[in-house]
C-alpha cells in the first residue's frame, strides 16, 4: 500500500514512524528540509523535501495512484487544499488535519467529499471526548463503545485492593461477565493467555457489556471513587474549548490561562458557566485560592509535557483524585504511567487510529490505538465466507499478540469461548499489538 504524508510535523513524523513498521510504502514529505531529519535513514521510508499545494511537487511524491494521502501540516487550508490537489491527481483516499470544529458537522461532509476530501481529523476534538468520557467514569483511564454499546472496552489501573490479583487467568470462574483482553505492566504489554495473572499497578482492559459496569468496578476496587462536579483545566486551547463545552452542566468547570488576551477570546469561546481565570495553573497559591482542595478532577492542557506532569503531581497532592494530563511527547507516556499521574491523553495516538482504519484492506468499522496501553483496538464486520467463520475460534491460529475480546450478533454483545463459531455479520472485536494489524485481515476476507 502506497502512502503519501504532507507535513512532518509531530503527528506527520509519528504517523509515518507507524506506518513504515507496517512495511508500507511510505512517501513523508514537507517544505522545510531539517523537520525531515534523519527519518529517511531511520525508518523505511522516503522523506522528500516539497511542497502540498504544488501540483509539481505532488507528482514527484507520487501522489498518482496513491492509496492514501494525508495532508497534516500545521496550516489547516493548505491540508486541505492539498487533498484537492493529490484527489485531483489519482489518490484514492485521502485525510485532511483540520483546526476548524465546524467543518466536521454531517452537514458538511458530503461537500468536501465532493472535493475529493475523503474524511478529516481534528486531534482536539479526539483527545475532548476521550477527556469527556474519562471524567463520567472518573475511576477508569478509558472507555470505548462498540456497537452502539452492546460492549465496552474499559481500562482500569489495578491497585492493591482488587479481588483479581494473583489467580491465573484459566481458573477464573467460566461464567464471568468479563473478559481481560490486555494488560500493560511497566513497558511491556502483555495479551494474557491462561496462566497469566494480575498484580498491582497493571493497566488493564476488560471487555464486557454496559450493565456489568458495575461489578467490574467493584472487583477493580474502584467502588470509593466518587462522582466529578468540579473541574480546574490548566491551559486554554483548543482541547480545553472542546472538553469545556462537552461537559455535562452539571459540572462546574474553571479554566486557568496566563496569556490575558486568550482569557479574553476564551470568554467568547466557551459557555457561560466556565469561568475563565487569568493565571498561571501550576502557581500553588492561585489553585489553593480557587479551591484546589475540594476540586474532583483536575486536566492539564498546556504546551509543555513536563509541565503538564508537574502539573497533575501538585494536584494529587493536594487531594485531586482524577487528573489528566496532555503528553505530546510519546517518550514520556510510560514515565508518567511510572509516577501514577492518572490518565494520559496523546494526540498523536489518536490521530493513528484514524489512518490505520484508512489503510486496511478489510472494511473495518472502527480502530482505536489505546493512550494508556501500546495496543490497538478493531472491530471487524465478517463477511460470508469469511476464514474466521470456518473454525471455533480455539483452532483459528490467531497470530500471537492478538485477542478476540467480544462480539456482536443483531445488536446484543456477547463473551467469546474458544468453542465459539463466529458467524456472517457478526462484528468481532479484537485486542492486538500495533504490528500484529494487518496480519489479521486474511481471516476477514
Known amino acids: ?158 491497585r492493591a485492593n482488587s479481588q483479581l490479583l494473583g489467580i491465573p487467568f484459566r481458573e477464573l470462574a467460566r461464567d464471568i461477565p468479563y473478559h481481560i483482553v490486555a494488560i500493560q505492566r ?12 494480575l498484580e498491582a499497578d497493571d493497566l488493564v482492559c476488560f471487555m464486557t457489556t454496559k450493565d456489568q459496569i ?26 480545553a474549548v472542546r472538553t469545556a463545552n462537552l461537559i455535562p452542566d452539571n459540572i462546574n468547570v474553571k479554566i486557568i490561562e496566563s496569556d490575558l488576551n486568550r482569557c479574553r477570546r476564551l470568554i467568547e469561546l466557551v459557555d457561560d458557566r466556565v469561568m475563565i481565570i487569568n493565571g498561571d495553573g501550576r502557581d500553588p497559591d492561585l489553585l489553593t485560592s480557587e479551591g484546589i482542595d475540594h476540586t474532583d478532577a483536575f486536566i492539564a492542557l498546556g504546551d509543555n509535557s513536563e509541565t503538564n506532569i508537574l502539573a497533575c503531581l501538585t494536584a494529587k497532592k493536594a487531594g485531586v483524585y482524577r487528573t489528566v494530563a496532555e503528553i505530546e511527547n510519546i517518550d514520556y507516556i510510560s514515565m508518567a504511567e511510572s509516577m501514577d499521574i492518572g490518565s494520559v491523553i496523546n494526540k498523536k495516538k489518536l490521530a493513528a487510529s484514524t489512518i490505520f482504519q484508512m489503510m486496511l484492506k478489510t472494511d473495518v468499522s472502527s480502530v482505536k490505538c489505546l493512550t494508556f496501553i501500546q495496543a490497538v483496538v478493531a472491530e471487524f464486520p465478517v463477511r460470508e465466507g469469511a476464514a474466521i467463520t470456518r473454525k471455533p475460534v480455539k483452532d483459528l491460529g490467531l497470530p500471537s499478540g492478538a485477542n478476540i475480546g467480544g462480539l456482536i450478533r443483531n445488536g446484543e454483545g456477547l463473551r467469546v469461548s474458544g468453542n465459539t463459531m463466529i458467524q456472517a455479520e457478526d462484528h468481532v472485536i479484537i485486542f492486538c499489538l500495533e504490528k500484529v494489524l494487518k496480519k489479521l485481515e486474511k481471516y476477514f476476507n
Open 1 to 158: 500500500m502506497k502512502i503519501v504524508i504532507a507535513g512532518a510535523g509531530a503527528v506527520g513524523t509519528h504517523l509515518a514512524k507507524l506506518l513504515s513498521q507496517e512495511n508500507e510504502n511510505v512517501v513523508l514529505m514537507d517544505e522545510q528540509e531539517e523537520r525531515l531529519g534523519k527519518m529517511e535513514s531511520m525508518f523505511d521510508l522516503k522523506a522528500m523535501v516539497g511542497s502540498p499545494v504544488r501540483i509539481g511537487d505532488l507528482t514527484a511524491a507520487g501522489v498518482e495512484g496513491t492509496d492514501l494521502f494525508v495532508a497534516v501540516t500545521p496550516n489547516e487550508s493548505d491540508n486541505i487544499t492539498a487533498c484537492i490537489l493529490a484527489h485531483y491527481l489519482g489518490a484514492k483516499k485521502t485525510i485532511a488535519r483540520i483546526d476548524n470544529y465546524e467543518y466536521l458537522q454531517p452537514k458538511h461532509r458530503e461537500y468536501f467529499q465532493s472535493l475529493g476530501v475523503n474524511s478529516l481529523i481534528y486531534p482536539e476534538q479526539l483527545a475532548a471526548e476521550e477527556i469527556t468520557t474519562g471524567i463520567k467514569y472518573s475511576w477508569m483511564r478509558q472507555m470505548l463503545e462498540f456497537g452502539n454499546g452492546a460492549l465496552v472496552m474499559i481500562g482500569v489501573k489495578i
Open 186 to 197: 511497566g513497558d511491556i504489554t502483555i495479551i494474557p493467555r491462561g496462566g497469566d495473572i
Open 214 to 239: 458495575p461489578h467490574v468496578r467493584d472487583i477493580c476496587g474502584k467502588e470509593k471513587f466518587a462522582e466529578v462536579r468540579s473541574i480546574i483545566i490548566m491551559g486554554g486551547g483548543r482541547i
